[in-house]
């Protein structure tokens, strides 16, 4: 019931940025800010699939008033990287995954299922077309941010029966405006980001702005970003506002919460990580970890490192956590050896500086 015309017709930007301009663009990009020329467009039309595949200019998006997505929030997204490898050439990191998620997302949220072969072409394509907005290794990644949004004009509550599936890409340095240091985190006590039951597996629109008075609260008090906890016991830690949390103890052991409490998105970083530290036997535990257990561990020392991990923040070392009734600080308030050498391990596959000994990128 999905695929019916979805070859990529391509609309090349005629006045497509100069090379001198965006070389500049590209020098010190920031996140999320330096959007390259063109953009994918597909269309979904109940009864008829998938169709009007497109690559165009990028160009702001016509919607009716009264489309689903502007009051009823049917909207999901993926976030995933280009990188560019020292030979020149560029490569995906696991895109497969994020197709996969995209289809887990579509579900919860009662939207229409992107073909995972459309979802990597519509990736594919867009990066072959704007490959050299790709920045050199050393200033970041394209950042790729395939969406989808229901258009259907109508104020029923219900699953709409129209969708526009869109990717768009931007130059990403350091998400962290802190050359990767260790930041600080805000521990959320008065909202939660997730419920059993509620959409916390799926990357929808929603959880994000659920999620900004606590990182409003946070940056008020310092913080780069926002530590959550379950709903129930406002206990455990679940994750960060947009990348998941591991700890590392004194043992060599990595921790990172489970996925059980269906509460937490599945992270393909977070995956990876597990994965890379098994091969290099550490000892991995996917088990919960509570935030007074945090406080103590950290004050006996026997909490070393704890990190953030996601495709934005790709391994990022946390120093301090702060709370209304203080905070911790980890180790000695730096980047943790364990943390560096995941992070290192990690970039190294992924801009093909190191063998892809598991199958994770794909060559554009
Ligand atoms: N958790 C949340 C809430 C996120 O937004 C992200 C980022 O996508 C992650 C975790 C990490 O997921 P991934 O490693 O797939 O980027
Ligand atoms: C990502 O890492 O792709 C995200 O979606 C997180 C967001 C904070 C940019």
């Given at each position: 019931?999905?695929?019916?015309?979805?070859?990529?017709?391509?609309?090349?930007?005629?006045?497509?940025?100069?090379a001198?301009?965006r070389e500049?663009?590209l020098a010190n990009p920031?996140?999320?800010?330096?959007?390259t020329?063109?953009?994918?467009?597909?269309?979904?039309?109940?009864?008829?699939?998938?169709?009007?595949?497109?690559?165009?200019?990028?160009?702001?998006?016509?919607?009716?008033?009264?489309?689903?997505?502007?009051?009823?929030?049917?909207?999901?997204?993926?976030?995933m990287k280009a990188y560019r490898t020292p030979d020149g050439s560029v490569q995906l990191f696991r895109p497969?995954?994020?197709?996969?998620?995209?289809?887990?997302?579509?579900?919860?949220?009662?939207?229409?299922?992107?073909?995972?072969?459309?979802?990597?072409?519509?990736v594919t394509?867009?990066v072959k077309l704007d490959k050299d907005w790709v920045p050199k290794p050393e200033i970041g990644t394209l950042y790729i941010?395939?969406?989808?949004?229901?258009?259907?004009?109508?104020?029923?509550?219900?699953?709409?029966?129209?969708?526009?599936?869109?990717?768009?890409a931007?130059a990403a340095g350091e998400?962290?405006?802190?050359d990767a240091?260790?930041?600080?985190?805000?521990?959320?006590?008065?909202?939660?980001?997730?419920?059993?039951?509620?959409?916390?597996?799926?990357?929808?629109?929603?959880?994000?702005?659920?999620?900004?008075?606590?990182?409003?609260?946070?940056?008020?008090?310092?913080?780069?970003?926002?530590?959550?906890?379950?709903?129930?016991?406002?206990?455990?830690?679940?994750?960060?506002?947009?990348?998941?949390?591991?700890?590392?103890?004194?043992?060599?052991?990595?921790?990172?919460?489970?996925?059980?409490?269906?509460?937490?998105?599945?992270?393909i970083t977070?995956?990876s990580l597990?994965?890379l530290?098994?091969d290099r036997?550490?000892?991995?535990?996917?088990?919960?970890?509570?935030?007074?257990?945090?406080?103590?561990?950290?004050?006996?020392?026997?909490?070393?490192?704890?990190?953030?991990?996601?495709t934005?923040?790709v391994v990022?070392?946390?120093?301090?956590?702060?709370?209304?009734?203080?905070?911790?600080?980890?180790?000695?308030?730096?980047?943790?050896?364990?943390?560096s050498s995941l992070r290192k391990a990690l970039c190294d596959i992924q801009f093909g500086r190191a063998a892809d000994t598991h199958g994770w990128v794909k060559k554009i």
């Amino acid at each position: 019931t999905t695929e019916s015309d979805t070859a990529f017709k391509i609309t090349r930007k005629t006045d497509i940025t100069p090379a001198a301009e965006r070389e500049a663009m590209l020098a010190n990009p920031g996140f999320g800010r330096v959007f390259t020329d063109h953009m994918a467009v597909v269309t979904y039309t109940e009864g008829k699939g998938w169709h009007s595949a497109e690559i165009l200019p990028r160009q702001p998006l016509m919607l009716d008033p009264a489309a689903s997505v502007l009051h009823y929030a049917q909207e999901i997204f993926e976030g995933m990287k280009a990188y560019r490898t020292p030979d020149g050439s560029v490569q995906l990191f696991r895109p497969d995954a994020n197709a996969r998620r995209f289809r887990h997302s579509a579900e919860r949220m009662a939207m229409a299922q992107v073909p995972e072969d459309l979802f990597l072409d519509a990736v594919t394509q867009l990066v072959k077309l704007d490959k050299d907005w790709v920045p050199k290794p050393e200033i970041g990644t394209l950042y790729i941010r395939p969406f989808m949004i229901a258009t259907e004009a109508a104020l029923g509550v219900k699953p709409a029966s129209e969708f526009k599936f869109i990717v768009i890409a931007c130059a990403a340095g350091e998400y962290f405006s802190k050359d990767a240091g260790p930041v600080s985190v805000w521990v959320e006590e008065r909202t939660v980001r997730a419920s059993r039951g509620g959409t916390g597996t799926a990357k929808c629109g929603g959880n994000y702005a659920a999620s900004l008075t606590a990182q409003m609260e946070g940056k008020e008090h310092g913080c780069h970003q926002v530590l959550f906890l379950d709903a129930q016991e406002r206990r455990w830690l679940e994750e960060m506002g947009g990348m998941n949390v591991m700890m590392v103890f004194e043992d060599g052991t990595l921790q990172t919460p489970p996925l059980d409490s269906g509460t937490i998105l599945h992270g393909i970083t977070r995956d990876s990580l597990l994965t890379l530290a098994r091969d290099r036997g550490l000892k991995v535990k996917e088990e919960r970890y509570a935030i007074d257990q945090l406080y103590g561990d950290a004050d006996s020392g026997k909490l070393k490192e704890v990190f953030a991990c996601g495709t934005a923040a790709v391994v990022t070392p946390i120093g301090t956590f702060k709370s209304t009734e203080g905070g911790c600080t980890i180790g000695n308030g730096q980047t943790g050896e364990v943390t560096s050498s995941l992070r290192k391990a990690l970039c190294d596959i992924q801009f093909g500086r190191a063998a892809d000994t598991h199958g994770w990128v794909k060559k554009i």
